[in-house]
């Protein structure tokens, strides 16, 4: 076979469309084939470029890739769908592939950038963050069911997780209640224990992996992030290298504005909500946190006070995480300390 110089894959659960091209640009492989059979024919090709769109089950094949001598890169799959000519099916994206990969080499599309691969360890570490992410959920839906259903017997309770646990309480001495309501209270109240106990055994291994890590120990002295964020900031960006700068970085996070200008008018909109929602949200609210305690009396940095002063309390937090990851960003890049100067001590525990 002509040697190949790059190879774009498309994938999926059973089925895997190459497209190669040899160093005139021309396309020398077209092949379908089946997962075995995809990893048997790559073991035995020569090392080359393979470029595979970044999804879930994609760094677990490209360090499948990697072990057989192959060069491996992920592109996000929005970078891609602009090289698809024409219609859409497994061909089609695996010639996009192939070429976008190309264009940075070529010089042609500088802006074009890769997904780092995961380590098993690094994917381990986001699973334990799912995990919590989805009990947490659960936990809420389940506080939500047994508050509903305790206002259908005239029992209420004051808003925050704090004040469930003294609504089972009365709801558990109320001898006026059904039996079967009250049985059915008791089974929710012991589900709800069982959450908490899964979520707090989760938050230990979360803080000691915050414990053992002198990144993440570094970015909780940032006001606003805390244990938890500082956490998710070290697990979801392996590598701040790769951006440019912390406005690229509070970008890829979605928290700058769709740029909507024309005829030399800028309108800015709201803020795009691109790349990883659990990672924004905690920036956004550890920022709400801290807002929500200088607005108690608690000392804020004068950026923060004219900001207060002009904008929203909601728009403010907003602009706080994107300016809380962008420091996050440099912190990571430079692996200097903050600089306590920056920001009252007051307000480094409000995350």
Known sequence: MEQISRIGMDTSKHIFQLHGVNTAEEPVLRKKLRRKEMFTFLEKLAPTVIAIEACGASHHCARLLQSFGHSVKLIAPQLVKPYIKRGKNDAADA????????????????????????????????????????????????????????????????????????????????????????????????????????????????????????????????PGVGPIGAVLLTMKTPEPELFR???QFAAWVGLTPKDHSTAGKVRLGVITRAGDEGLRSVLVVGATAVIQHV???????????????????????????????????????????????????????AG
């Not at 909601?314 to 960003?329: G, Q, S, T, Y």
């Open 95 to 222: 010639e996009a592939l192939c070429e976008a990969m190309s264009r940075p080499v070529l010089g042609l599309d500088p802006g074009m950038r890769f997904v780092p691969v995961k380590t098993a360890e690094q994917q381990a570490g986001l699973m334990l963050v799912g995990v919590r992410d989805r009990l947490i959920r659960n936990r809420t839906q389940l506080s939500n069911a047994i508050r509903r259903y305790a206002g259908e017997f005239g029992l209420t309770a004051a808003k925050g997780k704090a004040h469930l646990a003294p609504l089972l309480e009365r709801i558990h001495a109320d001898e006026n209640l059904p039996a079967l309501a009250r049985e059915l209270f008791a089974a929710q109240a012991e589900e709800y224990a069982q959450l908490q106990a899964q979520i707090d055994e989760v938050d230990g291994r979360l803080m000691a992996w915050h414990r053992a890590d002198e990144c993440s120990r570094r970015l909780s002295k940032i």
């Open 245 to 247: 700068s912390g406005r």
């Open 295 to 349: 607005r108690r009396g608690g000392r804020a940095t004068p950026w923060l006070t004219e900001l207060l002063k002009r904008k929203s309390p909601k728009l403010a937090a907003v602009a706080l995480a994107n300016k809380m990851a962008r420091i996050a960003w440099k912190l990571m890049v430079t692996g200097e300390n903050y600089a306590a100067k920056s920001a009252p001590a007051a307000l480094v525990g």
